[in-house]
């Protein structure tokens, strides 16, 4: 990783020497004719991991995102999400924009989860002066929540309410997989019933690019028509769709040893006078924290000093931190970090 310590992201993993491999020698066609040989075992790996009839290799997470909710929403129809999510916060207002499609966000719980009174209290009636319902939103794990999953029983519970009201329910699964390992469940559990869920290839499963999008096949074939449309036709799209499947292969087995990181980065980080781990942090492999008040060092001030140590963070407020453990953090570089940390907490 270019001689830093990167805990910015999980985004900011790079290609394993066996997806660069594969990569290489991929075997290509035109995915546009759906020709590809790469991307479509990629697809058929994927439907068969979410439990979905099928699916479609997309650019993005944002992407996925944009074309799930398109494909299930006409224009003047409403969304249900959480105001922490990321569709509403972290996605340029693409379903408004491109879609003409209306977010009604409800309050996440600090356990990323939607408190089902408030899913039906979101619910519109049948009135011709309100958008209609059309659509429920759920993140899994959760991101602004700290990393948390959401389980299944919730996660049925959620959809069972909105499919009885004439709602889909679209997960976004940018890091299910994540969800999976801490639950120690099978990613299909925590999607069942859901009429759509996307998953990240980039974010943690150190894929360079790409998501993908599951579903039943009609909603696939249009949706595919969608990807169209915003410019998400791919043409030799096997070269991305082989580091994906090396991703699923290899990469998602594995994921309990970055939990595992952040546990450690957590334990280390917590014995630092001056530094305040948010509660139940780390629920997979991200750690939150924040520097008490009265302390007089800032997050910019704590990040240039590790940045001058090697080592990359993200500051998400004044006092306040996200660090993201994945597979170019090594269990030797934890205690490196905590030194660093201790250093800069300490600095004149």
């Known amino acids: 990783m270019n001689g830093w310590i990167d805990l910015r992201s999980d985004t900011v993993t790079q290609p394993t020497p066996a997806m660069r491999q594969a990569m290489a020698h991929a075997e290509v066609g035109d995915d546009v004719y759906g020709e590809d040989p790469t991307v479509n075992k990629l697809q058929e790996i994927s439907a068969d991991m979410m439990g979905k009839e099928a699916a479609l290799f997309v650019a993005s997470g944002t992407m996925g995102n944009l074309v799930s909710i398109l494909a299930h929403c006409d224009r003047g129809d409403e969304v249900i999400m959480g105001n922490l999510g990321h569709s509403f916060l972290f996605e340029g207002g693409g379903i408004s924009a491109l879609g003409g499609i209306h977010p009604h966000p409800i309050p996440n719980q600090s356990d990323g989860t939607l408190v089902i009174t408030d899913i039906v209290a979101a619910i519109r009636d049948d009135n011709p002066h309100y958008p209609i319902s059309r659509l429920l939103v759920l993140e899994n794990t959760h991101n602004r929540c700290g990393g948390v999953a959401l389980t299944a029983q919730y996660t049925q519970q959620a959809i069972n309410i909105a499919h009885s009201y004439g709602l889909k329910v679209h997960i976004d699964g940018a890091r299910i997989f994540n969800a999976a390992a801490a639950l120690n469940e099978k990613p299909a559990n925590l999607t069942q019933g859901a009429d759509s869920v996307t998953f990240c290839l980039s974010k943690g499963l150190c894929a360079p690019v790409g998501s993908v999008i599951c579903g039943n096949k009609e909603w696939i074939k249009k949706a595919l028509r969608i990807r169209k449309m915003v410019g998400g036709g791919m043409r030799q799209a096997g070269v991305l769709a082989a580091a994906g499947i090396v ?8 994921l309990a040893e970055d939990h595992q990181k952040a546990k450690d980065l957590a334990k280390g980080l917590s014995e630092i006078p001056g530094i305040i781990l948010d509660p139940g942090t780390p629920h997979t492999n991200m750690v939150f924290l924040q520097i008490a008040e009265g302390h007089p060092k800032t997050a910019r001030q704590i990040t240039q000093s590790l940045r001058n140590e090697g080592i990359r963070v993200s500051p998400i407020g004044e006092k306040r931190f996200r660090m993201v453990c994945h597979y170019w953090i090594r269990p ?16 004149e």
């Open 247 to 254: 991703a699923l292969e290899q990469i998602v087995p594995r």
């Open 332 to 347: 030797e570089d934890i205690p490196v970090i905590v030194n660093a940390f201790r250093k800069a907490m300490n600095a």
